[in-house]
């Protein structure tokens, strides 16, 4: 049942989709004005009608419904990568990540809906302004109990003495490599994003002096082709996600 304040989605007869909070306050779309207020005491999966008599379906978001309407700032990490950065890395409930390069929040929200509400992700940012934005869509999330964003440059250190995961949206990953092998507990991974070949590169250059230390690295790219499927034909859609970053996964020994 739908409580006062909580976060609704909408969905109108377009698939356009509102995000929005069970309040006693009016709505207005190009279908017409819906009576927020109506949404209270309300199943998911019921439907809202505008005074146009405009029907939207109600349904509970979820992780994507945010992300998607979230306050965007840089580039966010797509959850195409994110899944496989999950996946690969096995974060699981109640681990504890250290993250850097925060940027909008997209990746902190995917980690924190992981770790659960026993586990943490302490995220690193540099830019003020960036950290700001990325704590208003963890707040959105309804994440804010399990996730501490910190205004600090990785590259100097890294103030806990321990993680099970280190996940980086950096260009120099490399440098956070000494600070990693103090930190990250046996088994854990260390996981680089990187949108460019040469960055990759550098990285495995300075990986050398750290063989020792990790499992052989793993350097992976993830590419999504959507298929339109109709009644009379189904094909591949002409554009699809390509490119967005190389993921590299190296394994704490």
């Known amino acids: 049942m739908i409580r006062e304040g909580d976060r609704v989605l909408l969905i109108d007869r377009r698939g356009k989709k509102y995000l929005v909070r069970a309040s006693e306050r009016e709505f207005h779309t190009d279908l017409g004005i819906l009576k927020l207020g109506e949404l209270i005491g309300k199943d998911y999966g019921t439907s809202i009608t505008s005074h146009r008599g405009e029907e939207f379906r109600v349904l509970k978001p979820d992780i994507n419904d945010i992300i998607a309407k979230m306050r965007r700032g840089p580039q966010i990490v797509h959850p195409k990568d994110a899944g496989i950065i999950i996946a690969y890395a096995g974060i699981s409930p ?27 992700v302490i995220s690193y940012e540099v830019r003020e302004d960036h950290a700001e934005i990325a704590r208003k869509n963890v707040e959105l999330a309804g994440f804010s109990d399990r996730v501490t964003i910190k205004l600090k440059n990785i590259y100097d250190g890294i103030d806990e003495d321990y993680a099970d995961h280190i996940v980086l949206d950096l260009p120099q990953p490399e440098n956070v490599l000494p600070h990693a092998v103090e930190v990250l507990r046996p088994g854990g991974y260390f996981v680089a994003y990187t949108p460019c070949m040469n960055q990759v590169h550098r990285f495995f250059q300075a990986f ?18 959507e298929h339109e499927v109709k009644k009379e034909c189904m094909r591949p859609k002409t554009t699809m996600l390509a490119h967005t970053g190389y993921i590299t996964f190296i394994r704490k020994l």
């Open 208 to 225: 050398q002096e750290y063989r020792e230390e990790f499992y052989k690295p793993r350097v992976v790219e993830v590419l999504v082709r």
């Open 94 to 120: 109640g681990d504890t990540v250290i993250e850097a390069g925060v940027g909008s929040g997209a990746l902190t929200i995917f980690l924190a809906n992981i770790v659960g509400p026993s586990g943490r």
